[in-house]
Antibody, heavy 119, light 107 residues
Framework: QVQLQESGPGLVKPSQTLSLTCTVS??????????WSWIRQPAGKGLEWIGR???????NYNPSLKSRVTISVDTSKNQFSLKLSSVTAADTAVYYC???????????WGQGTLVTVSS | DIQMTQSPSSLSASVGDRVTITCQAS??????LNWYQQKPGKAPKLLIY???NLETGVPSRFSGSGSGTDFTFTISSLQPEDIATYYC?????????FGGGTKVEIK
């Protein structure tokens, strides 16, 4: 079974870039079986899809975040990454990486990592 | 963007009760709807996809129905381990969007 683990700084200053990595185990990110998504959840609030990437490097982003988001994949490390630029306090959230079966059906999730934006 | 409205936002029921949650889409999404369970401090877990299909390994007391704009999620007999927040999610149009959640508690 595929397992995912998020990693990255837990504290980011306003206006800087948030960078997270998701390490995949139990399966190859380059198998072509899945898409790889990022989803976030502010404390006590609902879930927001950020974007996804396919093995080929093809991406889809939430239009509300598109101007600030970059998702990339490193098949040699079996990892994919999220960069969110010009962050504000509104970007404070638990960030999850997830397996997307291909139709925006999120079948496996990482445990999540809390990122706080604060000076 | 498609808006997803869940109701109620919270409910309290007794063990063994039948629990029903509704989700309404702001436009027709056919059957492109998923349901997730999120326990406190944990990641969401996929329970139902395509409105009514049970994900592998999910207990049969969970079920979903509906199409178009109106959907229902049911727990046929509430168990203590079902305490969680439940979310619907549409994937007919980009961006995929989640409902606001329904928190289920034991009475």
């Amino acid at each position: 079974q595929v397992q995912l683990q998020e990693s990255g700084p837990g504290l980011v200053k306003p206006s800087q870039t948030l960078s997270l990595t998701c390490t995949v185990s139990g399966g190859s990110i380059s198998s072509g079986s899945y898409y790889w998504s990022w989803i976030r959840q502010p404390a006590g609030k609902g879930l927001e899809w950020i974007g996804r990437i396919y093995t080929s490097g093809s991406t889809n982003y939430n239009p509300s975040l598109k101007s600030r988001v970059t998702i990339s994949v490193d098949t040699s490390k079996n990892q994919f990454s999220l960069k969110l630029s010009s962050v504000t306090a509104a970007d404070t959230a638990v960030y999850y990486c997830a397996v997307d079966y291909g139709d925006y059906v999120f079948g496996y999730w990482g445990q999540g990592t809390l990122v706080t934006v604060s000076s | 963007d498609i808006q997803m409205t869940q109701s109620p936002s919270s409910l309290s029921a007794s063990v063994g009760d039948r629990v029903t949650i509704t989700c309404q889409a702001s436009q027709d999404i056919s059957n492109y709807l998923n349901w997730y369970q999120q326990k406190p401090g944990k990641a969401p877990k996929l329970l139902i996809y395509d409105a009514s299909n049970l994900e592998t390994g999910v207990p049969s007391r969970f079920s979903g129905s509906g199409s178009g704009t109106d959907f229902t999620f049911t727990i046929s007999s509430l168990q203590p381990e079902d305490i969680a927040t439940y979310y619907c999610q549409q994937y007919d149009n980009l961006p995929p969007a989640f409902g606001g959640g329904t928190k289920v508690e034991i009475k």
